[in-house]
């Protein structure tokens, strides 16, 4: 017993005061937000009660893969701010896909996944340097190579055994989902969700200590960034870039530029792709940066939502001229 901890996790299903200190765990984890703009109503309550019992302090965040990583990233961040500015403090995803199969993982590959993991967690580590970031997923998405690789920790969930007690739990074998060390093994959400984490509790807490100084606009994803996460979510989604050669409809509003590709055919547009991307990276970024300099000038704040927008307009505007360019020099020709 001496070489393990314990940790709870809650979320807005346990919307009441929970009673820390009769859990005997040593961390206790708490929903902080969710996709782009959701924020678990109760995680303010939640952590002030973790805190006030003496666990070490930790939030998750629910992901959505078929969604921008920053946006996810900087939405989170802003959830956690408070709490986890120069304190103790742990950081997870939490990734795994919806119960009905659809929504969150719709339209990603697992390469995609793995992608959006990387990116979320790089991008909470900047927001909060020296504090540790993982990962919570199950044995499907280890199996389909969901780890992204640049995670702190491995928390998994599995449930062979219901009911379990904490001293049960830490006499059975420690899991190794596809070969994979685990840092945590969540065994039970009866009658709550419990995990044994494979460190002692002093190791655990030497483990979590960092305390970082963080900037109030830290969570603030770069215009490239954005630039990138914008592409890559038209690629994904078929907004701009495909699928090329079989349209379904000619409004020029509803699809952006698409229509326009299709006069050019697959193989030049396969062949021109880098360059393509390339000017939606710089459309995306001048958008922002007219949107930033508008900003400053009125003395606003442009957020990470506004940003989304305006670097969407931009690389749009951007793709949309050159379809017109090369409609033109097709007909020309």
Do not use: C
């Amino acid at each position: 017993m001496a070489d393990v901890s314990f940790a709870v996790d809650v979320s807005n299903n346990q919307a009441s005061h929970q009673p820390w200190r009769s859990f005997g765990a040593h961390l206790g984890f708490a929903k902080a937000s969710e996709g782009q703009h959701s924020h678990d109503d109760w995680f303010p309550r939640h952590i002030a009660d973790v805190k006030a019992g003496g666990l070490i302090p930790g939030g998750y965040h629910f992901a959505w893969p078929n969604q921008p990583a920053v946006l996810e990233a900087a939405n989170y961040a802003s959830a956690v701010r408070t709490a986890a500015s120069n304190s103790l403090f742990v950081h997870a995803l939490d990734l795994e896909r919806y119960p009905d199969g659809a929504r969150n993982y719709a339209g990603v590959t697992s390469a995609q996944v793995r992608q959006y993991a990387h990116d979320w967690i790089a991008a909470v580590k900047r927001s909060f340097p020296g504090q540790k970031v993982g990962i919570y997923t199950s044995g499907d998405d280890i199996a389909a190579g969901h780890l992204p690789g640049n995670e702190d920790f491995l928390w998994y969930p599995a449930y062979p055994v219901q009911g379990r007690s904490f001293a049960q739990a830490a006499t059975a074998a420690r899991p190794a989902p596809s070969g994979h060390a685990v840092w945590g093994w969540q065994f039970a959400s009866v009658p709550r969700d419990q995990t044994v984490i494979y460190q002692s509790p002093a190791a655990l807490r030497a483990w979590a200590g960092g305390t970082p100084t963080v900037q109030e606009d830290d969570s603030m994803p770069t215009a490239a960034e954005i630039a990138e996460a914008v592409y890559q979510r038209f690629t994904q989604t078929g907004a701009v870039f495909g699928p090329i050669d079989n349209p379904t409809t000619t409004d020029d509003k509803t699809v952006g530029p698409r229509p326009l590709f299709w006069e050019i055919g697959k193989d030049a547009f396969q062949a021109n792709s880098a360059s393509q991307k390339g000017l939606a990276q710089i459309g995306a970024l001048l958008g922002v940066v007219t949107q930033l300099l508008a900003a400053v000038k009125d003395g606003s704040v442009l957020t990470p939502e506004q940003a989304e927008a305006a670097a969407v307009a931009g690389a749009d505007a951007a793709l949309d001229k050159l379809g017109q360019t090369l409609s033109n020099t097709l007909k020309e020709n």
